[in-house]
Every structure is written in C-alpha cells, then in structure tokens.
C-alpha cells in the first residue's frame, strides 16, 4: 500500500474551517484516498472517501490535488467535537480486503 | 440500524490465561476484520473475515486467532497472553470486501497483568 504523511498535531480555532493535509506521493492509479478520525477512547469514524475528483458529505470536503499526489480534508466549521486524531490512508477500492493501513494521523485541538 | 456490538469492553486477565472478544456486525454487514491498537505500534490490522472464511492476516503471532460465523458475529481470541498484548482491540464492519468504508466498535479494552 501506498504511504502516506500527515503532520503528527494542528490547532484550529472554533467556527473556522479546519484544513489537514495529506500526502501520498506514490499513490497509484487504483488507490483511493479515505479518512477516518478517531475521537479519544472510541472507535475511528469514516469520514469521506475518493479516487480524482473533489467531495463533499455532511461531515467534510476532500480535496485531491490533480496529480493525486495530496489531498486536503477540509472541515467547514470546526467544533469543539471535532478534536480528534484524523487519518489519510490511500488502499484499493477492490482490493483483497479490507485491511486499511494506518499511519500516525493528525491530532487536531479545535480550541474555542 | 445498530452499530457494531463489541463485548465485552473491558476486562483484565494474567498472562498466560487466554480471551476471546466478540464482535457483532452492522444488520447485512459480511466483512468482518479486527484491529490492535496500542499506544507504541498504532492501529495494526490482524484479520479479516468475509462470509466465514478468512481472507487476510496481519503480521501477528498463531496466538491470535478469530473466527467468524453465518450469521456473520466473529469472535478473536488471544491464546497464551504476554504483557504486550495489553491493547484497544477494534471489530470492523463493512457490507462487502474491499470497500474500504469500514464501521468500527467501541473496541475492547483488554490489560493483561
């Protein structure tokens, strides 16, 4: 699987938008980009998912740079809830299972 | 719908002993995998199942193990528990392989003494 490097901490003051990046320099053409985030003591939470172009969901916007090298999770209007560790992982759609891949993540601090 | 069902939550054992955890996945769910996470080596995935037969393993010792059955409920279990394996264990659910939309549990929180 395709690496992928986030930086480890990022602070975001409440009610702006939160922008993490991602890179994933050796992404190839098959792999897409997910992001999960983990809030202390639970499970991670899928987020948003995509292969080239841009999405949006209730949650967050994915951008994804045109040579798909990085990627941006943007959360619109960050709350105090949305502190949390962030993951980018780069895997197959149909790839032999799902057995995700994660690296250290971003730990973001929403301040008020 | 209900979400994923891990039990038990918490629970302490001595090595040596062993544990079983079990997972029960979202209604119509087929994909079953596991995950260790620990405050040294992260998220580390141990294994997937998919319509009972299991279709990837990690890189983790025989001692772990899992299983799943038809109405697709998987349990894992640790044989022979080491101090290391004090860890947050993560069940996963996903409607079909591959999708890479996974829907984690509230894990189970297992301290071996």
């Known amino acids: 699987d395709a690496k992928t490097t986030q930086p480890p901490s990022m602070d975001c003051a409440e009610g702006r938008a939160a922008n993490l990046p991602c890179n994933h320099s050796?992404?190839?053409?098959?792999?897409?980009v997910y992001w999960y985030r983990q809030i202390h003591s639970q499970g991670p939470q899928y987020i948003i998912h995509?292969?080239?172009n841009n999405e949006t969901n209730e949650m967050a916007s994915l951008i994804i740079t045109e040579d798909r090298k990085s990627s941006t999770l943007i959360l619109p209007h960050a709350t105090l809830r949305d502190t949390a560790v962030y993951y980018c992982?780069?895997?197959?759609?149909?790839?032999?299972?799902?057995?995700?891949?994660f690296g250290g993540g971003t730990r973001l601090m929403v301040k008020p | 719908k209900a979400g994923v069902t891990q039990t038990p939550r918490y629970l302490i054992k001595t090595r040596g002993q062993q544990v079983t955890l079990s997972c029960s996945p979202i209604?119509?769910?087929?994909?079953v995998s596991w995950y260790q996470q620990t405050p040294g080596q992260g998220l580390q995935f141990l294994f997937e199942?998919?319509?009972?037969?299991?279709?990837n393993k990690g890189n983790f010792p025989g001692r772990f193990s899992g299983r799943q059955f038809s109405n697709s409920r998987s349990e894992m279990n640790v044989s022979t528990l080491e101090l290391g394996d004090s860890a947050l264990y993560l069940c996963?659910?996903?409607?079909?392989?591959?999708?890479?939309?996974?829907?984690f549990g509230e894990g189970s929180r297992l301290t071996v003494l």
């Open positions: 996963a659910s996903s409607e079909r392989a591959g999708g890479g939309e996974l829907f």
């Open positions: 050796t992404i190839s053409g098959n792999e897409y």
């Open positions: 995509g292969l080239k």
């Open positions: 992982i780069v895997s197959p759609l149909n790839n032999a299972g799902n057995m995700l891949t």
């Open positions: 209604s119509g769910h087929r994909s």
């Open positions: 199942y998919f319509s009972e037969t299991q279709r």
